[in-house]
């Protein structure tokens, strides 16, 4: 009893020392969310005090997303090669400046411009944030630590559109961006004491500079087709071309150098490949999830925009809830059990409302929506330990920002879709709308259960 009672005492200060680990790089992914859900909010605003349509501000969004997204990998793998907490340090300092020019912005142009840079530095952040995580907290530890990261991540997407209308309510959306300033100081100075008391593992990784811009390359030219709705005819084609292009000859590249972006090893391994397409999945039925009410609610049930953004709050409340109890249970079920688990509730939530009424009450969307949050806190702890997993320390970085790369991709073809099928819908009246969202609900509960299938599959692989 003795020694169980010490071993216990132990445990708990082990995991108090983690805490500042944990809160630090939580910050940098706070933010990141956050300022993507803030901005939604002020799109109104920002195309009436500059004079132009919503479809010009919308880049304050798409650019963001689009930098974000082209360079993650860049810095992860740079973070591998000087170390992540500079990296980290770095990006909450980029982070801080451009969120001052942000707010600074006299017309429509400068703030699309700073947004990008601000892309820029939200990759810095997501490259590392795990991976610090996973290179100064001992192994046994990860899973809690992981799952209060998902927690955070959830808390970003809560806080961001009820954050951005009370600042547009009271103090102007100038400050949609400054408020980021003391968050940045916040985890600067965390990160500055880790620095200082934290001897973290980082090797001398190749950059292999080339693979990367290709890879960054890639991905911008899939993620603005996606986005680009507008586009007709040839130049509708040229971003896929784009992508096809620099995919093709990253590839290429990757295959001839001695150090690639991702050992090509690990594509032969199904534990790695598994939990990779699931966050593709995870990605692409999330995007649905936070699409598709706003617009049945609002084009079809009429709600207020403040009912409709309690209905949108529900699903990241469910993620919030759950998301570190699945860090603790890590250890109790396994990472399979767990992931399998969070895809198969989400599956019943998205197959559920596949099955939409015109008459039902909003509160069954919410209930669902809160049931498709929980089944995604269980997922990510789990999904993000199998990936971090996989490779070794000093990849930690590198496959840290792959992995929310391809949650990126996912998010931008879920969005495609569904905005691409509502649009053509949308003059039917409220019978087209309602076909129309019961076929994207049953597209992304089709694209969880294959993933779900692809976990069992590995199950049987591993026997």
Not at 69 to 93: C, E, P
Not at 358 to 381: E, Q
Not at 403 to 419: E, F, K, P, W, Y
Request: include cysteine; hydrophobic fraction near 55%; charged fraction near 10%.
């Amino acid at each position: 009893m003795y020694m169980q009672g010490l071993i216990a005492i132990n445990q708990q200060h082990a995991s108090t020392r983690d805490w500042p680990i944990i809160f630090t790089a939580g910050v940098g992914f706070f933010l990141s969310t956050l300022d993507t859900g803030i901005i939604n909010v002020a799109l109104p605003t920002l195309g009436q005090t500059f004079h132009v349509s919503v479809h010009v501000v919308a880049w304050t969004v798409t650019l963001y997303l689009l930098s974000l997204s082209a360079t993650i990998v860049v810095f992860g793998r740079i973070s591998d090669r000087i170390g992540r907490l500079k990296v980290y340090s770095m990006g909450l300092i980029l982070f801080a400046i451009t969120s001052i020019l942000c707010g600074a912005s006299f017309s429509a142009p400068q703030l699309i411009l700073f947004r990008g840079l601000q892309g820029m530095s939200a990759a810095m952040l997501q490259a590392t944030s795990a991976a610090i995580i996973t290179t100064c907290i001992p192994k046994e530890r990860h899973g809690t630590a992981l799952g209060t990261l998902g927690m955070i991540l959830g808390l970003g997407n809560v806080l961001g559109p009820s954050a951005g209308g009370l600042i547009l309510s009271f103090v102007g959306w100038r400050w949609i961006f400054w408020i980021n300033i003391p968050i940045c100081a916040v985890g600067l100075w965390g990160s500055f004491r880790l620095i200082r008391v934290t001897k973290e593992q980082y090797g001398r990784v190749s950059l292999n500079l080339v693979s990367n811009i290709l890879l960054g390359v890639a991905t911008f030219g899939l993620l603005y087709g996606l986005s680009a709705n507008s586009l007709h005819g040839l130049s509708r084609m040229l971003p896929f071309c784009l992508f096809a292009l620099a995919l093709i000859g990253y590839m290429v590249w990757d295959t001839r150098v001695l150090y690639p972006i991702v050992p090509l090893s690990l594509f032969r391994k199904v534990t790695f490949v598994v939990p990779i397409l699931s966050g593709l999945v995870l990605g692409f039925a999330t995007a649905i999830a936070f699409i598709v009410p706003p617009y049945f609610l609002e084009e079809v049930t009429h709600l207020e925009p403040w009912q409709v953004g309690l209905v949108n709050l529900t699903s990241p409340l469910g993620l919030v809830m759950l998301s570190r109890l699945s860090g603790k249970l890590i250890g109790i079920w396994g990472v399979g059990l767990l992931t399998a688990s969070g895809f198969g509730i989400m599956f019943i939530a998205l197959i559920t409302l596949g099955t939409m009424q015109l008459n039902w009450h909003a509160a069954s969307y919410g209930t669902l929506l809160l049931l498709y949050g929980m089944g995604a806190g269980l997922f990510i702890p789990a999904n993000l330990l199998a990936i971090m997993g996989s490779v070794d320390h000093e990849l930690q970085g590198t496959i840290g920002s792959i992995q929310r790369m391809i949650h990126n991709i996912g998010l931008a073809v879920g969005t495609s879709t569904a905005t691409s099928m509502i649009h053509f819908d949308s003059n039917l009246g409220a019978a087209g709308y309602l076909s129309t969202f019961r076929e994207l609900w049953i597209i992304a509960a089709v694209a969880v259960l294959i993933a779900l299938l692809g976990m069992g599959s590995l199950r049987l692989f591993r026997r």
